[in-house]
């Protein structure tokens, strides 16, 4: 049974008498033309090996499936997984893995699966955990060419937006360091099953081959960067200062600045990805 609108899926959630988990953030996809939009977004073809997180009762699968070579889905709630081998039986290209993501050893994968080759993922993302998912993807290092996912709306404008504005902050410059984000759609509540309150959008993140910002200490640009704005309206000497884990003084916070011309009083917010990484490597040096 193709999935993807009202009707399929409410049958598939009566049959197995399917109760949503509020724990797992789960919100299924009933509009096929954003399905369709998803699959084109992340130019999934007959080469690629797609990793889903969190596929549900399997709609986008059957869509990845029918698209890419091979799909591994992975599915943290125990209650779906008999629910996906129903859904998925027609497809001999799909592998299913109960497991929470952030465990799971996504780099053993890639190399058993895509022999360490890139690979592409797609997902529905619950909104509670997008940020841990996204950021452990891209500072594992594991070979990824994209990410294309389905996140809450503000989630996505943060992840695109630049220096001053009110949704720039440490996401923003960590998906920025990582990749080229894009906006591919806007979608509202009513495309949902339960709604959730809020609007979503999908986005792809192209990751970079080779990141455009050159640091000596990626580690300490992510602690600087943090620091900034965990306390937004403080200037950045005072928020690098009062950070736990960074052993600068003020003086030296200082001297960098006076370095890059920028003055005593700047704040986070105010810097570019760019600055933020001359800053590292002087205070890395």
Do not use: W
Not at 74 to 98: F, H, Q, W
Not at 110 to 132: D, F, Q, R
Not at 203 to 211: F, H, P
């Amino acid at each position: 049974m193709k999935l993807g609108n009202p009707k399929n899926t409410i049958e598939v959630i009566q049959k197995y008498d399917f109760d949503f988990q509020k724990k797992f953030g789960q919100n299924f996809l009933i509009d096929e033309r954003v399905l369709e939009k998803i699959i084109s977004a992340a130019e999934v073809n007959k080469d690629d090996f797609v990793l889903e997180i969190g596929p549900g009762i399997g709609t986008m699968t059957q869509y990845l499936a029918e698209n890419a070579r091979e799909v591994m889905a992975v599915e943290i709630d125990k209650n779906l997984i008999p629910i996906l081998s129903d859904t998925l039986s027609a497809y001999d290209n799909v592998s299913i893995l109960n497991a929470d993501i952030l465990k799971v050893d996504i780099a053993k994968i890639v190399e058993e699966k895509n022999g360490g080759k890139p690979v592409k993922v797609v997902a529905n993302l619950p909104y509670y955990i997008t940020t841990p998912i996204i950021m452990g993807l891209f500072e594992s290092h594991v070979p990824i060419d994209s990410i294309t996912v389905m996140v809450q709306k503000e989630v996505a404008d943060r992840m695109q937006s630049g220096p001053g504005t009110k949704d720039y902050g440490a996401l923003s410059l960590a998906v920025q360091y990582y990749a080229e984000p894009y906006v591919v759609a806007n979608v509202p509540p009513n495309c949902f099953m339960p709604r959730p309150k809020v609007g979503s959008a999908v986005i792809r993140l192209t990751k970079y081959k080779d990141a455009p910002i050159k640091v000596t200490n990626e580690k300490l640009l992510f602690q600087l960067i943090r620091a900034s704005f965990n306390q937004r309206r403080k200037t950045l000497q005072n928020g690098i200062k009062n950070f736990g884990g960074l052993n600068f003084s003020k003086e030296q916070v200082a001297q960098a600045l006076e370095e890059m011309e920028l003055p005593a009083s700047v704040r986070g917010e105010a810097l570019t990805l760019e600055q933020f990484a001359q800053l590292s490597n002087i205070l890395d040096r």
